[in-house]
C-alpha cells in the first residue's frame, strides 16, 4: 500500500506543479497531456487515500511528532487530501458539489480559496514522495 501512496504523490504532486515545470522544461508538455487527461480520477484515488491516511493518523497524532518520519507522514496526508480535492474536483462535482447547489456554490468556493496554492502543495509533494522512497529503501532511517 505504500507504493500505491507514494505514486500517488508523484502523479499529483506532477499535475499540481505542471505550469511552474513546463515554463521550465516546455518539452515535457507531451508527457504531462497524457497525464492530464486522467488527472480527475488520480486526484478522487489520491483524495481517497488521503482520507485513509488520515484515519491512519488521527489516533496516533501525537506520536506523529515526535519523529521526522512522523512529521513527512502528516504532510504527506495533507498533500494528499488538498490535491486529491483540487484535481479530483471535476468527479466530484459530477457526484457530490452538483453545480446549482448549495453544496455545489461552497465546493466551488473552497477550491477557489485553496487552488492557489497547487503549485507549491505540488512541489511539496514531489519532495515529501522523495523523502519517502529514500526511507522506504533506508537510506534516511525512521
Request: net charge positive; with cysteine.
Amino acid at each position: 500500500m505504500q507504493w500505491v501512496h507514494l505514486l500517488s504523490l508523484v502523479l499529483c504532486g506532477l499535475l499540481a506543479a505542471a505550469p511552474m515545470l513546463l515554463a521550465k522544461k516546455p518539452d515535457a508538455k507531451p508527457m504531462l497531456d497524457k497525464l492530464a487527461q486522467f488527472g480527475g480520477l488520480i486526484g478522487l484515488v489520491t483524495l481517497i487515500l488521503g482520507v485513509i491516511n488520515l484515519i491512519d493518523i488521527v489516533p496516533h497524532i501525537g506520536d506523529a511528532f515526535k519523529h521526522y518520519f512522523g512529521i513527512i507522514g502528516v504532510v504527506a496526508m495533507l498533500c494528499q487530501l488538498l490535491l486529491g480535492f483540487l484535481l479530483g474536483f471535476v468527479l466530484l462535482a459530477q457526484f457530490i458539489f452538483k453545480p446549482g447547489t448549495a453544496a455545489g456554490a461552497k465546493g466551488e468556493e473552497i477550491r477557489k480559496k485553496i487552488a492557489g496554492i497547487q503549485i507549491p502543495v505540488g512541489l511539496t509533494a514531489l519532495v515529501v514522495a522523495v523523502l519517502l522512497l529514500l526511507i522506504r529503501f533506508e537510506i534516511l532511517k525512521p
